[in-house]
């Protein structure tokens, strides 16, 4: 399984951006995509996470302004995150959990300015 991110870039705060992982290999249809993101110095941290069946999941500091989707046809999962904010400053990865199995993707960098 490979995952590829694209999307990040570096954008004014009160910005938009969306990000996107392309998923490819031996993808089962029961799965859970999600984004996770790494500011320097800090632990990587769930951001959001989707289920093939469409449930999601937010961490709070990101509800309201973040939407995670996916097409499942595509094998895609895609992140809207609006209204940036300089925390948000991060390198963020796709990941893929199936089968008890957890894949990454090689991360894209996300800074916002003040």
């Known amino acids: 399984v490979q995952l590829q991110a694209s999307g990040g870039g570096l954008v004014q705060g009160g910005g938009s951006l969306r990000l996107s992982c392309a998923a490819s290999?031996?993808?089962?249809?029961?799965?859970?995509m999600g984004w996770y993101r790494q500011a320097p110095g800090k632990q990587r941290e769930l951001v959001a996470s989707i289920i093939s069946g469409g449930s999601t999941n937010y961490a709070d500091s990101v509800k309201g302004r973040v939407t995670i989707s996916r097409d499942n046809a595509k094998n895609t999962v895609y992140l809207q995150m609006n209204s940036l904010k300089p925390e948000d400053t991060a390198v963020y990865y796709c990941?893929?959990?199936?089968?008890?199995?957890?894949?990454w993707g090689q991360g894209t960098l996300v800074t916002v300015s003040s």
């Open positions: 290999g031996s993808i089962f249809s029961i799965n859970v």
């Open positions: 990941n893929l959990q199936q089968r008890a199995r957890v894949y």
